[in-house]
């Protein structure tokens, strides 16, 4: 027979093999039985049937078989999961840096340059349709290139005397509205071939602007800007307003640079730049709906408010000396320049919106007693029901030490919340 511990051929000295190669036990000296013992060389358990023996060092050999087996198949299923987790981590990452780009892309910080790239491409664009003659491409290139030298707007977009329309359209107005204050003027400006999808913040500000250059209260803080500056301008005029201090956090979202790029811009750069230029203002959160239906009744309290202190004369229409308030929301910004108050109490809200064109606000300086025009201003409050909102509103003039304090805090805080 063959030796069960090392497959040698041992013949009938087995007995002897085993105890001289492998120290086995296999007697019991003394007893007078003959006994024979074997101790497994796995377990050192011992057995007195060589054949039993060599069932059970079988055994352990199935077992380790098994036990690779089952490791072989742990470390494939562990593989397998490790591969799963990768390709997720590297599918989710992928979705992570397109959803950025998007973002980039959406809020002009792509790096894929600003007002005068986009004014140029999208001129080209009319010509290449049939929709500009080469000699007008040339003539508003040529325009463009100097408003940029200069700083100032070229006003091709700008619509004046809509305030003092409106008033005289509400002297006459006897339907259904009780009383109706009005900012004091305020020139519209609409968005360009060179602004358009990103440029709405930007002329908001000229809106603002416009009235607060024709109120000689604010002649002190205005003096350096007589004129409506562009668009590439007022980006040159918030990062300087950043370099002064205002608003680090805002600065850093923006990579400090504004300017040559498409960059959305919100209240808080309003605010600092209004801030800035030494003039008093304040952001209001409204950041949750007051009413129902996600509306927002305290955000129409508070502008009447507004406009109603220091105006509460008995006049049907009260044009006040107020500026205008820049109101902003997610994707979009716009202007009040005045407040209905109808005679069930409800409110009404007019706006000025950078979306509207020349021509349609050409349409208000012509009004018809049926005052169809009026419409495009009003907005209720079922008609504003984004989720939150923002406004500036000016009420005053800073003096030196307070406009460093304003700074100081706009590091720390630049909004109060409405609960």
């Keep these: 027979p063959e030796c069960p511990f090392c497959g040698e051929a041992a013949g009938r000295e087995l007995e002897e093999h085993v105890r001289a190669r492998h120290g086995l036990l296999l007697g019991a000296p003394g007893t007078g039985i003959?006994?024979?013992l074997y101790e497994c060389p796995m377990c050192s358990l011992t057995c007195t049937d060589i054949q039993i023996l060599e069932e059970h060092v079988d055994l352990h050999l199935e077992e380790d078989n098994f036990s690779e087996d089952a490791n072989m198949r742990d470390l494939e299923l562990a593989q397998q999961l490790q591969t799963e987790e990768d390709e997720r981590q590297r599918s989710e990452e992928k979705r992570e840096r397109e959803e950025f780009e998007k973002l980039q892309r959406q809020y002009g910080l792509d790096n894929s340059g600003g007002f005068k790239q986009q004014f140029l491409k999208n001129m080209e664009r009319e010509v290449n349709r049939g929709r500009m003659q080469p000699f007008e491409y040339h003539k508003r290139k040529a325009d463009m290139m100097e408003s940029l030298?200069?700083?100032i707007d070229d006003g091709k977009t700008k619509t004046s005397g809509v305030i003092e329309a409106l008033?005289?359209?509400y002297q006459n107005e006897n339907k259904d509205v009780r009383r109706v204050w009005l900012s004091a003027g305020v020139d519209h400006?609409?968005?360009s071939l060179g602004d358009r999808g990103w440029g709405c913040g930007y002329r908001n500000f000229q809106m603002l602007l416009s009235s607060l250059l024709q109120n000689s209260f604010y002649n002190d803080c205005l003096r350096?800007?007589?004129l409506i500056p562009s668009i590439p301008k007022i980006q040159s005029m918030i990062?300087?307003?950043?370099?002064e201090g205002f608003d680090p956090h805002g600065a850093s979202h923006f990579n400090n640079r504004l300017h040559g790029s498409k960059a959305w811009i919100g209240a808080c750069e309003i605010y600092s730049l209004l801030t800035s230029l030494r003039i008093k203002c304040q952001i209001i959160d409204f950041h949750k709906p007051t009413g129902p239906m996600s509306t927002h009744p305290r955000l129409f309290e508070w502008i009447l408010h507004y406009y109603s202190t220091d105006n509460e004369g008995g006049a049907k229409v009260v044009c006040t000396s107020k500026p205008p308030i820049y109101l902003q929301h997610q994707g979009h910004s716009r202007t009040v320049v005045g407040i209905e108050e109808k005679k069930n109490k409800s409110l009404c809200l007019l706006l000025f919106d950078p979306g509207c064109s020349s021509q349609q606000m050409q349409?208000?300086?012509k009004q018809n007693s049926?005052?169809?025009g009026v419409k495009l201003l009003r907005k209720f409050v079922g008609s504003l029901k984004e989720k939150q909102y923002q406004i500036v509103a000016v009420d005053g003039v800073l003096s030196l030490e307070e406009k460093a304090a304003r700074c100081h805090a706009s590091q720390v805080l630049t909004s109060e919340k409405i609960p």
């Design 149 to 151: 030298a200069s700083g």
């Design 224 to 226: 350096d800007t007589t």
């Design 363 to 365: 349409k208000l300086l």
């Design 189 to 191: 400006f609409h968005s």
């Design 370 to 372: 049926d005052g169809a």
């Design 239 to 243: 990062e300087d307003a950043w370099r």
């Design 167 to 169: 008033c005289k359209y």
């Design 34 to 36: 003959g006994e024979q």
